[in-house]
């Protein structure tokens, strides 16, 4: 099965540009721990909460005039809209991630897929990249 079956397409992204004080209000109206970072529809990073919080806060710098992309994750993990979701299980396990960007041929960002989207289709799959994720935070998500 590809990860399209299960990835959601009601997407929220947020533009670099963008400050943190409003991809924090937009995460908290929608009640979501990460945003991609898009410039036109081209995935250039992930914003957390974890991120706003520890690059933002921990250094005191204003959210509001501080701008997504000085806590952004630029380096950003992602599959493809076609990837097998067995696959995308184990990358997401072997890298320690809970959430994924979906990016499709033209690598514009179309959907996210977290582990809870993979529990709801293969509770095996999810439970083995779960075991993989809990083992070590090598790298937070």
Known sequence: MPVSDVMSKNLFVVAPQSTLATAA????????????VADGNQLV??????DIALRCGAEGCVPAEARVSQA?????YYCRVSDPLEKV?????????????????????????????IARKSK???????RLISQSS???S
């Open 25 to 36: 209000l937009l995460m908290k109206e929608r009640d979501i721990g990460a945003m991609p």
């Open 124 to 130: 095996a799959d999810a439970a083995s990249a779960f």
């Open 138 to 140: 090598a790298r937070p």
């Open 45 to 50: 990073g992930i914003v957390t909460d974890r």
């Open 89 to 117: 299980a184990a990358f997401m396990g072997e890298m320690q991630v809970r959430r994924l960007p979906v990016i499709d041929e033209e690598t514009r960002i179309v959907g996210m897929v977290t582990i809870g989207d």
């Open 72 to 76: 952004m994750t630029k380096d950003v």
